[in-house]
């Protein structure tokens, strides 16, 4: 049954993301699993793209970003760092923090990963007009830019 739009500002914004983001986790799990290599959680493979992204980061920024505690950070990064995936170095800046970069394997896993993701992506996009797209990600974005203000 289809929503009725008009109704749609007495939707929980929360509750009905949280459930797509559910149904996407779920999704992008069954699909590293089944097609990747190195085997990565959800949450390891954002860790190793942000890690990607941004050379030399500091574990304290990651757990800030990421919105997890320190350990649980800490525990994800050793998972990454078992697989040869990230390296710790000693920031020559602060001895008593160590720098975090992505190695070359890292990089070719993540790559393995965003062309898993995409794959995933025009799978679930592929039957929306492109009209209906740039209105969906302007709205993401629009609802993103607000919550950064609250």
Do not use: C, W
């Not at 069954?30 to 097609?35: D, G, H, I």
């Not at 992204?53 to 525990?75: C, E, F, P, W």
Request: proline letters at 2%; zero cysteines.
């Amino acid at each position: 049954m289809q929503p009725n739009y008009s109704e749609m500002k007495e939707v929980l914004l929360g509750t009905t993301v949280g459930k797509l983001r559910n149904k996407l986790h779920r999704l992008m799990k069954l699909r590293y699993a089944s097609e990747a290599d190195t085997k990565l959680t959800v949450e390891e493979f954002i860790l190793l793209n942000m890690i990607g992204a941004k050379t030399d980061q500091i574990l304290q920024n990651i757990a800030i970003a990421t919105g997890k505690n320190k350990s649980v950070v800490m525990r994800m990064i050793d998972s990454l760092e078992s697989k040869d995936l990230v390296k710790r170095t000693v920031n020559p800046e602060d001895r008593r923090e160590n720098l975090l970069s992505i190695t070359e394997k890292g990089e070719k896993v993540v790559v393995k990963y965003q062309e898993i993701e995409k794959k995933l992506s025009s799978e679930l996009l592929q039957d929306l007009s492109p009209e209906k797209l740039a209105v969906f990600f302007e709205v993401i974005d629009e609802i993103s830019h607000k919550a950064d203000g609250i």
